[in-house]
């Protein structure tokens, strides 16, 4: 009877299918890789996310290693904070660079990017302390357009054992290029036509770590603090540097 009968045996493991826009990625190892596109929901709810948070950790974990810098600071605590980091402001993106097993990718590669606005209730009554939030808006130049459309850079990440290939520096430039998309297409419902608009991509960084990987792609400082040993259970001091380039 049916009732009675076992169910089948999985034979193969079930396909992961990834949701989002997928386009090619850059060749790594000398293999083909896929970029997609993720909103707030799919990367809630997509089955790389644990791959993709343990990636993270590898990635900061070897970075800050080569100076000592935060040696036991795990980036996220469980791969369940990064949605929560990186939030679901409208125009929040993620993108995922994986290598181009069907049946079950594996996460070499990400960065996100989300509208920034300066959190000006934490900056006025300074209830955060952390020195990694950027309390202000880029100020070394006075703004050229009458709107300043700011955007920020978030979880820049490559699987160490895959770096120095340029896999960061095409998520950067795919990322750039999503941002200025995004944006074009907003300012035409929300701008009136004409108005010119300076747009603004800001990041926080380890300056001693990746500070000049931006700068060398066009990215200024506004400001740094240096953090003394002992700030997060560091070893040696750091500093910790907030970036801006602008994008048009
Ligand atoms: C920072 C990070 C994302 C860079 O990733 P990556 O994939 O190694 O970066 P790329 O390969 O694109 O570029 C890194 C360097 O390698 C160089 N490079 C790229 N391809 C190369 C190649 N085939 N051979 C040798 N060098 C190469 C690039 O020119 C670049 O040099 P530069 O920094 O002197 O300009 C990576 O080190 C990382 O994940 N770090 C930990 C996380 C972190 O700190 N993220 C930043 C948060 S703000």
Do not use: C
């Not at 009877?1 to 493991?13: G, H, Y």
């Amino acid at each position: 009877m049916a009732a009675d009968t076992a169910p089948e045996p999985l034979t193969q493991a079930p396909k992961q299918k990834l949701n989002g826009q997928h386009l090619p990625g850059p060749t790594v190892n000398g293999q083909p890789t896929v970029a997609t596109l993720l909103n707030p929901d799919e990367l809630a709810s997509s089955p790389l996310l644990d791959s993709l948070g343990t990636m993270i950790n590898a990635a900061f974990t070897a970075g800050h290693s080569t100076k000592n810098i935060l040696g036991g600071t795990k980036r996220l605590n469980q791969p369940s904070d990064l949605p929560v980091q990186i939030g679901s402001s409208p125009g929040t993106f993620t993108v995922l660079v994986t290598d181009a097993h069907e049946s079950n990718p594996r996460v070499l590669g990400t960065v996100s990017a989300k509208p920034y606005s300066v959190p000006l209730d934490i900056a006025r009554n300074g209830t955060k302390k952390s020195a990694f939030l950027r309390l202000v808006a880029p100020t070394r130049r006075a703004p050229r357009a009458p709107v300043v459309e700011l955007w920020e850079l978030k979880f820049l990440a490559v699987d160490p054992s895959l770096q120095r290939q340029g896999l960061a520096v095409f998520l950067l430039d795919l990322a750039e290029a999503e941002v200025r998309r995004r944006s074009e297409a907003k300012r035409s419902v929300d701008v009136e036509p004409g108005t010119d608009v300076e747009l603004v991509m800001v990041l926080t960084t380890i300056d001693e770590l990746v500070g000049p990987f931006y700068m060398r792609r066009g990215y200024e400082l506004d400001y740094k603090s240096f953090q003394d040993i002992g700030y997060m259970g560091t070893e040696v001091g750091f500093t910790i540097a907030h970036y801006s380039k602008l994008l048009n």
